[in-house]
């Protein structure tokens, strides 16, 4: 599936842009691409992306079947950050969540559409049979963005998390299922 990239993909207004995994020479490029970041943007992403530790531990971890983190990248810097998330065990084995986060200049041009369709294809690529995406709901764009992707909003966790001005906020959980429900246990039960 990985050898794919890099690829170059079409944004709605013509421009290209390159699409590959993050690798750990990436750490210098992904700093600023999140030092980039308008404080709007910034607002209510998980963790405190300005901290250069952060970062640095990110690469250090690096990890594609936990975390595949594919950016996007226009005239060598990068603008965009879509990640997959995975249990490689338990019971949530077969979901995978989504995150993503576009440069500003590069939001409302499809690249988000672009990365979400991506993320799904390696997702059931790689057996996932549920997507999730967590998001404050004050965000309505990006709401709107991953309906548009399929998703869905099936709950929302009041006041479940602190925006980097410590204020509370509403999380609407979101899913896009990948392939219809069933129960493999016991229709392998049912065969046997
Ligand atoms: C949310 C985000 C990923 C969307 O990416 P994007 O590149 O701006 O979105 P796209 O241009 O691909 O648009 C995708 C769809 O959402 C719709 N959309 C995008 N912005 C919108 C807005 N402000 N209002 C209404 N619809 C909007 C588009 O019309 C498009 O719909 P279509 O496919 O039916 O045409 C991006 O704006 C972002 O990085 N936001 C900040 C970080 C964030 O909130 N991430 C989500 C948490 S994981």
Known sequence: MLEEYPKKVRLKDGAFVTLRP???DDEHGVYL??????????QFLRNDVLNR????????ELNYE???PIIAEYE????ANATLHRKTF???RHVGEVRVVIDCGFQGRGLGGILSD??????????LKKLVARIVTAREDAIKAFESSGFESVAVLKNYVKDINQNYADIAIMVKELTPLKAEGSLR???A
Do not use: D
């Open 22 to 24: 993050m690798t750990r």
């Open 33 to 42: 691409f999140f030092n980039s970041l308008s404080e709007a943007t910034r």
């Open 53 to 60: 530790k952060i970062i640095t531990a990110w690469m250090r």
């Open 66 to 68: 936990k975390v595949l």
């Open 76 to 79: 060598g810097k990068i603008v």
């Open 90 to 92: 338990g019971w949530g």
């Open 118 to 127: 991506e993320m799904c294809r390696i997702a059931v690529a790689g057996g």
């Open 189 to 191: 039960r049912r065969h």
